[in-house]
């Protein structure tokens, strides 16, 4: 029998150049580049994954750089936001912070009980700081190694909102998984995982359509600025195999399970469209040596940390292939320090956001 999700496991986005993510979400951010490995469907291109020193589940923020494709439109069927959580009393630290490194921040804004900051990356996408007085209980291991202080560090991840093509169908899978209608408002309704981090999936229903920017949310189209996926937590590889039964027996749109050397999971794409993945939870996916602690070099005058590749046993033999065809990736240096430039970012309709 299938045991409810605790949570969600991590997220994974699309952005465009791999060292401009490692610098936002290391170096503005304050996460830990908790691992540089190869998406393992292509491993001609970057995977990124961020959190805090463990890289522990419900913490993890990852990231396939693509910096040759088209923006992304964000839109149905998405993923349309990523909300971390950060500690009570620390928005006006990050507005200062991000708004110091040029970064728009919005807000405190009001949305059930939360009180959030809304921001974008550099390539668009969409992303909030909520606050939380339970932040300081947090099994998360914060990363020494970052800029921000620890008394507003971000701690894990807070949840994420949808926009579906069926938000019906999409609840219905999140209940399956185990979450639990928790409230509604406007035109969002909140799901609660059973567990102690990363807990919330908002659905948004779009019945309120009283402004513009409520009126029929576009078609999305992947690319950088839109989040390619969301995984939940499961406890073990043999309950994926229970969970691949429960969702091929009903029809659904499940892969295999996979091998994914830091953890093993799946994909179901629900009827909604929202791709979700479950994973094995473990007690952090941190590669070994550690990221920020290999050997410094000059780059452009500034000594910078250069960030080692990390491959599964089955990559090695392509190791010299794909090292010669991936850009080398640095731990971050202050944005600040950055001379500036423009970024993209993701075409959206809703003016006012998620």
């Not at 070994?288 to 602690?293: C, F, N, R």
Request: net charge negative; aromatic share 8%.
């Amino acid at each position: 029998m299938v045991a409810d999700t605790p949570g969600i496991h991590h997220v994974t986005g699309i952005v465009g150049d791999a060292q401009e993510a490692v610098d936002f979400y290391a170096g503005v951010l304050g996460l830990r580049p908790v691992i540089r490995t190869v998406n393992f469907e292509d491993i001609l291109q970057h995977h990124l994954y961020f959190g805090d020193a463990r890289g522990t589940p419900g913490t993890v923020f990852t990231c396939f750089p693509d910096p040759y494709a088209d923006t992304g439109r964000v839109g149905k069927p998405q993923v349309d936001a990523v909300a971390f959580r950060v500690p009570d009393g620390s928005l006006p630290y990050w507005r200062d912070r991000l708004e110091a490194d040029g970064i728009d921040a919005v807000g405190p804004l009001e949305r059930f009980a939360d009180r959030f900051l809304r921001l974008v990356d550099p390539v668009g996408t969409r992303l909030e700081l909520v606050a939380d007085s339970d932040a300081s209980d947090a099994v998360a291991e914060p990363w020494p190694g970052s800029n921000v202080p620890a008394e507003a560090a971000i701690r894990d991840l807070y949840g994420v909102s949808t926009v579906s093509l069926n938000p019906y169908a999409t609840a219905s899978t999140l209940e399956t998984l185990g979450f639990v209608y928790d409230e509604e408002r406007d035109d969002r309704v909140r799901y609660r995982a059973p567990g102690d981090r990363a807990m919330i999936v908002d659905v948004r229903t779009a019945v309120a359509a009283d402004t513009k920017a409520e009126r029929g949310v576009s078609f999305g189209r992947e690319g950088p600025g839109t989040i390619h996926h969301v995984a939940v937590r499961v406890e073990s590889e043999e309950m994926l195999y229970e969970w691949r039964d429960l969702f091929d027996d009903r029809g659904g749109d499940v892969s295999r399970v996979k091998d994914r050397h830091f953890f093993h999971s799946l994909y179901v794409r629900e009827p909604g469209g929202i791709l979700f993945e479950l994973a094995t939870e473990t007690d952090g996916v941190a590669a070994d040596p550690p990221l920020d602690a290999n050997v410094l070099d000059s780059t452009n005058g500034r000594e910078r940390v250069h960030l080692p590749l990390s491959l599964p046993d089955w990559f090695e033999d392509d190791r010299e292939l794909i090292e010669s065809q991936l850009p080398p990736l640095s731990a971050p240096v202050d944005k600040r320090d950055q001379q500036p430039g423009e970024t993209g970012g993701a075409d959206t309709d809703d003016e006012e956001g998620t």
